[in-house]
């Protein structure tokens, strides 16, 4: 019972990450028909927003030693951060939430690095096959991830919770069960309350604004939208924005769980597009829904007691319901009909 | 009488025809070389094979610098680094042979097949008369086969399995790093010392050849010692996120978990296991503990906090206090202001030990150089006294048991050296059955 609320548990925070990214892909899909292929680089971006700040924040004045030396012979460099140097106690405060500090760069610059891919690139490509348009994005993509990795190297950059953040949580205890039993990462927990309130975010947004009306009205009939007057391509230009800071803020949240790398982005493209897939082409709470599905059943299968019956069942289990959902339901959990259909 | 009359059209014939004839053997054949790429001209070409891109691109960059610094020195350039320190004096600093050293590089991309194709074209094209590089055994295990039969000596870089020169040796290759076994035999004292000989343990490994020997090699150490091995669990390369594996140690009654990682694998594994508050966490009474067998200091500058009392070994660490070992920190250190990984050392002396082998022959023949690698012992290249043992071209030398330091004074100073596990205690017999199944064969020298 405790390994199965652990792996629930698992399954939930794994599950908040495919289901932010899915939901900016499949909101890109229903709104520009466009297979956004380095939408897992948006991921990446993000986390590296989290690793920007970090570095401004850690800049360190460098002061070449009189007295000791490295091994190599040259003085040794003193370092002390600017910030903790200029603000005291919260320059050490404000390297210590670096992460969730960085929130406030992501949000801009994820929604204007949409508007650029947007206008810049992938508008061109909007009648063009879906070949095309996952050639350029997957393209674009791999440009993405060198300019990282010319920047900041390949090696993975390790960054911390906030200290008060980063320990274990007795789940168990908190519902009146056996103390230190169900134990979790706290910033897991974390992660998974700020991808339901993301989530939820956008979910009100389309729902209860007049903005999203508009978009799901587009979503579900553009050229009728168009003939009433309403400029729809502009809107869905910055839902391509709202979608690249879904991805954005994704990224920038997780990079205490997992040291980002320029490889990062790459790691969930493709479980995404089976996600999206498996939820249906252009449903927003098929993304969602399925993000959560396909993150606990990939962590049950991961159990001992799971793999001992099924040996590798835990490096195939996504792909395996997507060929079953593909072959039952083809438009996915909650497709919708003409979507990807000739 | 017959009047012999040919035209003007049959002439011309004739005469491409037979000219065409005379050509094609220089056109078809190439001189009769002795071997592989014999040099012929005032330059020697070497091939650096690393991975640029992929998982290892970090230590695929730092094997290339140091393979840059090793043809600096042979070339006579710098300050010489460990050439002083070497025992064989046949080197020195004018080439090797009397013959400039030149480098054409590859990208192994941390895969097999791009390996291969890389390392082809070195030889084909560029003429490389030696290949070396590594990074993953997978790659080293797959060139040193093409290296084998294409006639070239292969010098293997970061490579750790115990297959490399086990089950898949070949004459034509040579390995300076140490090996799975090696790890397990110099870290098994240590952990009985430090965490008693009362321990369950948990595997998580990396699924392919280097996490499987790694893993059969710690397990049989630690079952040595009197451990119980509660599971073993396989790993996909590149998993990322590990959480799905590490929330299952929690209750499974292990107290110590063993990570078979290494790279980004080892990075992401150990960071999440910190996270899942193992490190504090008591178990049957004791302490939980992490282990990582194969350490590197570029990846506990990955894993950063995380690595913090975490013991595992290592082939060569920057801060060994011998002469060679400060030559070659001072040469790298002030050439790129940085001290070199374990990975930088590895490729450095190999193509020392290589351009040595080839300068005592006096020939770049890979039969005449493995000849001279065989049974070779050498020392003050810093791991102290070296044996390049001829029965699968493996060195032996002491190995260092290492620990994530728990105070760094700076940015690479991560690992402290706790102990030098000398030779003896990390020898093995040709046919251990963890070697055994593989035939080193004869040296081939192409051509």
């Given at each position: 019972?405790?390994?199965?609320?652990?792996?629930?548990?698992?399954?939930?925070?794994?599950?908040?990450?495919?289901?932010?990214?899915?939901?900016?892909?499949?909101?890109?899909?229903?709104?520009?028909?466009?297979?956004?292929?380095?939408?897992?680089?948006?991921?990446?971006?993000?986390?590296?927003?989290?690793?920007?700040?970090?570095?401004?924040?850690?800049?360190?004045?460098?002061?070449?030693?009189?007295?000791?030396?490295?091994?190599?012979?040259?003085?040794?460099?003193?370092?002390?951060?600017?910030?903790?140097?200029?603000?005291?106690?919260?320059?050490?405060?404000?390297?210590?939430?670096?992460?969730?500090?960085?929130?406030?760069?992501?949000?801009?610059?994820?929604?204007?690095?949409?508007?650029?891919?947007?206008?810049?690139?992938?508008?061109?490509?909007?009648?063009?096959?879906?070949?095309?348009?996952?050639?350029?994005?997957?393209?674009?993509?791999?440009?993405?991830?060198?300019?990282?990795?010319?920047?900041?190297?390949?090696?993975?950059?390790?960054?911390?919770?906030?200290?008060?953040?980063?320990?274990?949580?007795?789940?168990?205890?908190?519902?009146?069960?056996?103390?230190?039993?169900?134990?979790?990462?706290?910033?897991?927990?974390?992660?998974?309350?700020?991808?339901?309130?993301?989530?939820?975010?956008?979910?009100?947004?389309?729902?209860?604004?007049?903005?999203?009306?508009?978009?799901?009205?587009?979503?579900?009939?553009?050229?009728?939208?168009?003939?009433?007057?309403?400029?729809?391509?502009?809107?869905?230009?910055?839902?391509?924005?709202?979608?690249?800071?879904?991805?954005?803020?994704?990224?920038?949240?997780?990079?205490?769980?997992?040291?980002?790398?320029?490889?990062?982005?790459?790691?969930?493209?493709?479980?995404s597009f089976v996600v999206v897939v498996v939820g249906g082409m252009g449903s927003l709470p098929g993304a969602v829904a399925a993000g959560f599905l396909l993150g606990?059943?990939?962590?049950?299968?991961?159990?001992?007691?799971?793999?001992?019956?099924?040996?590798?069942?835990?490096?195939?289990?996504?792909?395996?319901?997507?060929?079953?959902?593909?072959?039952?339901?083809?438009?996915?959990?909650?497709?919708?009909?003409?979507?990807?259909?000739? | 009488?017959?009047?012999?009359?040919?035209?003007?059209?049959?002439?011309?014939?004739?005469?491409?025809?037979?000219?065409?004839?005379?050509?094609?053997?220089?056109?078809?054949?190439?001189?009769?070389?002795?071997?592989?790429?014999?040099?012929?001209?005032?330059?020697?070409?070497?091939?650096?094979?690393?991975?640029?891109?992929?998982?290892?691109?970090?230590?695929?960059?730092?094997?290339?610098?140091?393979?840059?610094?090793?043809?600096?020195?042979?070339?006579?350039?710098?300050?010489?680094?460990?050439?002083?320190?070497?025992?064989?004096?046949?080197?020195?600093?004018?080439?090797?042979?009397?013959?400039?050293?030149?480098?054409?590089?590859?990208?192994?991309?941390?895969?097999?097949?791009?390996?291969?194709?890389?390392?082809?074209?070195?030889?084909?094209?560029?003429?490389?008369?030696?290949?070396?590089?590594?990074?993953?055994?997978?790659?080293?295990?797959?060139?040193?086969?093409?290296?084998?039969?294409?006639?070239?000596?292969?010098?293997?870089?970061?490579?750790?399995?115990?297959?490399?020169?086990?089950?898949?040796?070949?004459?034509?290759?040579?390995?300076?790093?140490?090996?799975?076994?090696?790890?397990?035999?110099?870290?098994?004292?240590?952990?009985?010392?430090?965490?008693?000989?009362?321990?369950?343990?948990?595997?998580?490994?990396?699924?392919?050849?280097?996490?499987?020997?790694?893993?059969?090699?710690?397990?049989?150490?630690?079952?040595?010692?009197?451990?119980?091995?509660?599971?073993?669990?396989?790993?996909?390369?590149?998993?990322?996120?590990?959480?799905?594996?590490?929330?299952?140690?929690?209750?499974?009654?292990?107290?110590?978990?063993?990570?078979?990682?290494?790279?980004?694998?080892?990075?992401?594994?150990?960071?999440?296991?910190?996270?899942?508050?193992?490190?504090?966490?008591?178990?049957?009474?004791?302490?939980?503990?992490?282990?990582?067998?194969?350490?590197?200091?570029?990846?506990?500058?990955?894993?950063?906090?995380?690595?913090?009392?975490?013991?595992?070994?290592?082939?060569?660490?920057?801060?060994?206090?011998?002469?060679?070992?400060?030559?070659?920190?001072?040469?790298?250190?002030?050439?790129?202001?940085?001290?070199?990984?374990?990975?930088?050392?590895?490729?450095?002396?190999?193509?020392?030990?290589?351009?040595?082998?080839?300068?005592?022959?006096?020939?770049?023949?890979?039969?005449?150089?493995?000849?001279?690698?065989?049974?070779?012992?050498?020392?003050?290249?810093?791991?102290?006294?070296?044996?390049?043992?001829?029965?699968?071209?493996?060195?032996?030398?002491?190995?260092?048991?290492?620990?994530?330091?728990?105070?760094?004074?700076?940015?690479?100073?991560?690992?402290?050296?706790?102990?030098?596990?000398?030779?003896?205690?990390?020898?093995?017999?040709?046919?251990?059955?963890?070697?055994?199944?593989?035939?080193?064969?004869?040296?081939?020298?192409?051509?």
């Amino acid at each position: 019972m405790d390994a199965i609320l652990l792996q629930i548990l698992n399954g939930l925070d794994k599950g908040s990450a495919y289901a932010m990214i899915a939901l900016g892909l499949t909101l890109i899909f229903g709104t520009l028909g466009v297979v956004n292929f380095a939408h897992g680089a948006l991921f990446m971006l993000g986390a590296f927003c989290a690793v920007t700040i970090n570095k401004l924040l850690t800049l360190q004045k460098i002061v070449l030693s009189d007295t000791e030396k490295t091994a190599w012979g040259t003085p040794l460099e003193l370092r002390t951060p600017y910030a903790e140097a200029w603000f005291g106690d919260a320059g050490t405060w404000l390297i210590d939430w670096s992460v969730p500090v960085s929130i406030a760069l992501a949000l801009p610059f994820m929604f204007l690095v949409g508007l650029v891919m947007e206008r810049g690139l992938i508008r061109h490509f909007y009648k063009r096959p879906h070949a095309d348009q996952i050639l350029v994005t997957f393209g674009l993509a791999i440009v993405l991830q060198e300019i990282i990795k010319a920047f900041f190297g390949a090696n993975p950059i390790p960054q911390p919770a906030p200290d008060t953040l980063s320990g274990m949580a007795d789940f168990g205890a908190a519902f009146g069960m056996e103390a230190g039993v169900i134990v979790y990462p706290l910033w897991r927990l974390v992660y998974f309350l700020f991808a339901a309130a993301v989530l939820g975010a956008v979910f009100c947004f389309l729902r209860f604004t007049t903005f999203g009306m508009v978009v799901r009205a587009g979503m579900a009939d553009r050229e009728t939208v168009g003939l009433l007057g309403i400029n729809i391509d502009k809107r869905f230009t910055l839902m391509f924005g709202l979608a690249a800071v879904v991805a954005g803020l994704a990224g920038v949240m997780y990079t205490p769980i997992l040291s980002p790398d320029y490889h990062l982005g790459m790691d969930f493209l493709v479980l995404s597009f089976v996600v999206v897939v498996v939820g249906g082409m252009g449903s927003l709470p098929g993304a969602v829904a399925a993000g959560f599905l396909l993150g606990i059943l990939q962590s049950f299968a991961s159990m001992n007691e799971v793999k001992q019956i099924l040996p590798g069942i835990d490096q195939i289990i996504i792909y395996l319901v997507a060929v079953v959902i593909l072959l039952t339901r083809p438009r996915g959990l909650l497709g919708r009909k003409g979507v990807m259909e000739a | 009488m017959t009047k012999f009359t040919i035209s003007r059209r049959g002439l011309l014939k004739t005469s491409a025809v037979a000219g065409a004839g005379i050509a094609a053997p220089m056109v078809w054949s190439r001189p009769a070389y002795a071997y592989t790429n014999e040099p012929t001209g005032g330059t020697v070409t070497l091939g650096f094979n690393v991975p640029q891109t992929g998982a290892y691109a970090e230590e695929g960059a730092d094997e290339l610098r140091a393979y840059e610094l090793a043809v600096e020195h042979l070339n006579g350039g710098g300050d010489g680094g460990m050439l002083a320190t070497f025992s064989s004096k046949a080197l020195s600093g004018s080439g090797i042979n009397g013959k400039k050293v030149e480098f054409v590089t590859g990208d192994t991309q941390t895969k097999s097949d791009a390996a291969r194709a890389s390392a082809k074209r070195m030889i084909e094209r560029d003429g490389a008369i030696m290949i070396t590089g590594g990074s993953s055994s997978g790659v080293a295990i797959a060139v040193q086969g093409l290296c084998q039969e294409m006639g070239v000596i292969f010098m293997a870089g970061l490579t750790h399995s115990n297959d490399t020169t086990g089950k898949d040796k070949k004459a034509n290759g040579f390995r300076h790093f140490f090996n799975a076994y090696m790890s397990g035999a110099a870290l098994a004292p240590v952990l009985k010392a430090q965490y008693g000989a009362d321990r369950k343990a948990y595997h998580l490994t990396a699924d392919y050849t280097w996490g499987w020997t790694q893993e059969e090699s710690i397990a049989a150490a630690t079952e040595g010692l009197g451990w119980e091995t509660v599971n073993k669990v396989r790993t996909p390369l590149g998993a990322g996120d590990f959480s799905q594996y590490i929330t299952p140690v929690l209750n499974s009654g292990a107290d110590v978990l063993i990570l078979n990682h290494y790279g980004r694998d080892m990075v992401n594994s150990l960071t999440q296991a910190v996270q899942f508050g193992l490190k504090d966490k008591q178990v049957n009474g004791k302490q939980f503990e992490i282990v990582v067998p194969l350490y590197s200091r570029l990846m506990a500058q990955g894993a950063g906090e995380a690595v913090k009392g975490i013991f595992g070994s290592t082939n060569w660490h920057w801060s060994l206090q011998d002469a060679g070992s400060q030559a070659f920190v001072r040469s790298f250190g002030q050439k790129y202001g940085f001290p070199p990984s374990q990975a930088a050392h590895t490729t450095y002396c190999q193509t020392l030990l290589y351009a040595d082998a080839a300068q005592r022959a006096g020939s770049f023949n890979p039969c005449a150089i493995a000849e001279a690698l065989e049974d070779y012992q050498f020392d003050g290249l810093g791991n102290g006294p070296t044996l390049y043992r001829a029965g699968d071209h493996q060195c032996f030398k002491d190995v260092l048991v290492v620990k994530g330091k728990d105070n760094p004074t700076s940015q690479f100073d991560l690992l402290e050296v706790v102990d030098v596990t000398p030779a003896e205690q990390v020898t093995y017999p040709v046919d251990h059955p963890m070697f055994a199944g593989g035939e080193l064969g004869k040296c081939n020298p192409g051509a």
